[in-house]
């Protein structure tokens, strides 16, 4: 049970990444401070890829 729930906050890590980089993106479009938008996305992202298969999320 333990493992599951790992995996799937690393899941919700890695899809919160990708939420915060899509703001990134559009910051860096419009001429905004988005180095910090970009440094936390790419944390959350290797964070949650990293709990993912670590914990063997697409192996039930």
């Known amino acids: 049970m333990k493992r599951y729930l790992l ?3 690393g899941l919700i890590l890695f899809s ?3 939420c915060i ?5 559009i910051s860096k479009y419009q ?8 440094t936390i996305s790419l944390i ?8 993912m298969i670590k914990n ?3 192996k039930f």
Do not use: D
């Open 16 to 18: 919160s990444g990708l």
């Open 56 to 58: 063997k999320w697409g």
């Open 7 to 9: 995996a799937l906050i």
């Open 31 to 38: 001429n905004t401070n988005w180095f910090f938008l970009g």
């Open 21 to 25: 980089f899509g703001e990134a993106i």
């Open 44 to 51: 959350l992202i290797n964070a949650g890829m990293g709990l």
